[in-house]
């Protein structure tokens, strides 16, 4: 089995900044796609960032040049860097990756049980 822990949230003013962390663990052979989702109150989940296994990045367009996604592959680890925060920011951030648990088996999609995120005056 595979767990996804996140950590780093909180409450943050405007234009103030947090880091995420999600560390991956339990059986784990290869590790693909590394990601962050967020999901506002009455809206649907939403890509926010994605990090390849070869580097490739994919950011949402709200969070360009606000946000910077990160892997530290030796540690199964993401980041997301959150810097000027605004108040649509503001969501429960879930942490996702594609894990190949053994050699035998195919890869497949976890999800972490999500860290408030809060930007507010």
């Known amino acids: 089995q595979v767990q996804l822990v996140e950590s780093g949230g909180g409450l943050v003013q405007p234009g103030g900044s947090l880091r995420l962390s999600c560390a991956a663990s339990g059986s784990i052979f290869s590790i693909y796609a590394m990601g962050w989702y967020r999901q506002a109150p009455g809206k649907q989940r939403e890509l926010v960032a994605a990090?390849?296994?070869?580097?490739?990045?994919i950011y949402a367009d709200s969070v360009k040049g606000r946000f910077t996604i990160s892997r530290d592959n030796a540690k199964n680890t993401v980041y997301l860097q959150m810097n000027s925060l605004k108040p649509e920011d503001t969501a429960v951030y879930y942490c996702n990756a594609d894990v190949q648990a053994t050699v035998r088996v195919l890869a497949h999609e976890y999800w972490g049980e999500g860290t408030q995120v809060t930007v507010s005056s």
């Open positions: 990090i390849t296994s070869g580097g490739r990045l």
